[in-house]
């Protein structure tokens, strides 16, 4: 559902992927993990075809990007990190516009936004300006008006920014049941234990290629660490906790 081979992508002078390949399949969330600058946000917006194709060769939901950027579109639904909402309209007309851009049919796709609202517990503001919502509460209504259409494909793009405990509850059984109905899941986080716990497969980016991929556990075993989160350090040339820390640490000590 999602093929990416050989990706190139350059800002000017500076490239940012520089020969990325990877697969995702039927029902598969996978994560996509790296550092700052790994190319990940560059990687996602060339899936969901908000940058231009500049070489490589990328499939969507059996769709070219280059070819038939609108077949993609249609089949993808994306939560970006920072996303933007019209403060100044409801959940519910924000909804309703949503479901016009995609053309959905108003019997249909009712019935989901009436589910939508009560699975992230937002029936009492669905009336309400969304200029007046909280981080978490506009986080509900970009996920679930990015699951209005009903796509094949989903990229989550630091999801979980700004939900409380229970929501992020709803969330994981969210997940698992779309990938249990045979969506494709992109899941990029920085939070490492969360990949891993919702990932079965990860994918980490660094200097824009694929150093590492895998299950979490083949991913430590390979670099000889318990844990993914030393893996990934140890992958990344991240320097130790320790040296980072030691300084500030140091110049903080209290001297009596």
């Not at 917006?45 to 969507?60: A, D, N, Y």
């Not at 009492?124 to 981080?135: E, G, H, Q, W």
């Not at 978490?136 to 970009?142: E, P, W």
């Not at 899941?187 to 716990?197: A, P």
Request: glycine share 8%; with cysteine; hydrophobic share 45%.
């Amino acid at each position: 559902m999602i093929r990416v081979v050989d990706l190139h992508h350059a800002y000017g002078e500076t490239p940012a992927v520089q020969g990325l390949s990877f697969e995702a399949g039927v029902g598969e969330v996978l994560g996509l993990l790296g550092p700052n600058g790994a190319g990940k946000s560059t990687t996602v917006k060339i899936l969901t075809g908000l940058l231009p194709l500049q070489r490589g060769h990328v499939e969507v939901a059996g769709f070219d990007i280059a070819s038939h950027p609108l077949d993609v579109k249609r089949r993808v639904g994306y939560v970006p990190e920072t996303g933007a909402l019209y403060d100044a309209l409801t959940p519910d007309e924000y909804f309703r516009f949503i479901s016009m851009l995609y053309r959905l049919d108003p019997g249909v796709v009712q019935p989901r936004i009436e589910e939508m609202l009560r699975m992230f517990e937002l029936d009492s503001v669905r009336s309400a300006r969304m200029v007046t919502f909280s981080k978490g509460m506009r986080q509900k209504v970009l996920i679930a008006a990015a699951l209005l259409h009903a796509p094949d494909v989903i990229i989550f793009d630091e999801p979980l920014n700004g939900l409380d405990a229970n929501a992020m509850l709803v969330f994981k059984e969210l997940l698992r049941g779309l990938a249990a109905q045979g969506r494709t899941i992109l899941f990029c986080s920085h939070l490492l234990d969360v990949v891993e716990r919702l990932c079965p497969r990860i994918v980490i980016v660094d200097k824009g290629r694929a150093i590492a991929e895998g299950t979490p556990d083949a991913i430590a075993q390979r670099t000889h660490r318990p844990t993914l989160e030393q893996a990934f350090a140890v992958l990344t040339g991240a320097r130790s906790v320790q040296d980072a820390t030691a300084g500030v640490l140091s110049s903080l000590e209290w001297r009596a």
